[in-house]
């Protein structure tokens, strides 16, 4: 398909990271089979329109719906020039500056959307009074080993709309696993500590309004264990029509930053946007 060195995966893997190198251009990208899309790392400036035909061409042989990158204010100008759209931004996301998500969004048949991606639209989401004391019988267990998050991910992920956001690993590299009888939480949560700041996912969804304190609660004990990394900032990405997990992150103070079309696919293969929630931690994060 492509002239790339490709990390040692097998064919058809639902993430696979493949490297270009091609005179003086020089990037990474994740091909997400599961979700459709490719997400670039590009390390170095220039070529942008050369940039584009090239993954233009992987998204019509793969049949992507949307190829993105997240870049600084002033490399995104030029990514918007060659026909990619700003979806929004992730603050502080390299520590010092803001990050702006870059997207090309492609129709059934491959072709790029004209005129950039579809402007989604979010629902009003209700704030609830959090919670402040434990759940009765809530009980949390964190978790850093790496093969246990590994195979936590695999078990989780066909229910779920998880797609990892960084290179190197493809499931979180810290989980709190909240649990009360029957009902069971997992929040995940992948760090980068070059930058100070990590993504954090729902691997497991609430289903009714009954299991929002414990979602909350679940969720700032991980955002506790973040700050004790040097965690400055967070963001977690939720589908635009899952109000009760839209309610878990509003609720904790994060803010929606970023509108994200077509960007992930649900169990029942419908593709949905998602929102990008956001927050700076601090030493109380309730």
């Known amino acids: 398909m492509v002239e790339a060195q490709a990390a040692p995966v097998q064919e058809d893997e639902p993430v696979e990271e493949i490297y270009y190198r091609k005179g003086d251009i020089d990037f990474c990208f994740l091909l997400n089979r599961r979700h459709h899309n490719l997400r670039v790392f590009d390390y170095r400036v220039g070529n942008y329109q050369q940039k584009r035909d090239f993954f233009d061409r992987i998204a019509r042989a793969e049949g992507l719906r949307k190829v993105f990158t997240v870049v600084e204010k002033q490399d995104s100008k030029s990514w918007r020039s060659?026909?990619?759209?700003?979806?929004?931004?992730i603050p502080g996301y390299f520590r010092t500056a803001d990050a702006y998500v870059m997207s090309r969004v492609y129709t059934e048949d491959g072709d790029?959307?004209?005129?950039?991606?579809p402007k989604l639209t979010g629902p009003n989401v209700a704030v609830r009074e959090p919670q402040e004391s434990k759940p009765r019988g809530l009980n949390l267990e964190l978790i850093t080993e790496e093969e246990r998050l590994k195979a936590i991910t695999e078990t989780l992920q066909d229910g779920s709309v998880y797609a990892p956001f960084r290179r190197g690993m493809f499931h979180p590299d810290m989980a709190v696993h909240g649990k009360q009888g029957k009902r069971e939480i997992w929040l995940g949560a992948e760090t980068d500590s070059s930058f100070g700041h990590a993504k954090v996912d729902l691997?497991?969804?609430?289903?009714?309004?009954d299991d929002l304190p414990h979602y909350e609660f679940t969720m700032r004990?991980?955002?506790d264990?973040?700050?004790k990394v040097d965690t400055a900032s967070v963001f977690g990405l939720s589908p635009v029509d899952d109000e009760l997990s839209n309610v878990v992150y509003a609720t904790l103070g994060f803010k929606v930053m970023a509108r994200l079309t077509d960007h992930v696919v649900k169990p029942n293969g419908d593709f949905v946007g998602v929102q990008l929630w956001h927050r700076r931690l601090t030493s109380s994060n309730s």
Not at 203 to 209: C, W
Request: aromatic fraction near 4%; proline fraction near 7%; avoid cysteine.
């Open 225 to 227: 264990e973040l700050l």
């Open 82 to 89: 060659v026909g990619f759209s700003r979806e929004g931004a």
């Open 221 to 223: 004990a991980l955002l």
């Open 112 to 117: 790029p959307i004209q005129g950039g991606a």
């Open 203 to 209: 691997m497991t969804v609430p289903l009714k309004e």
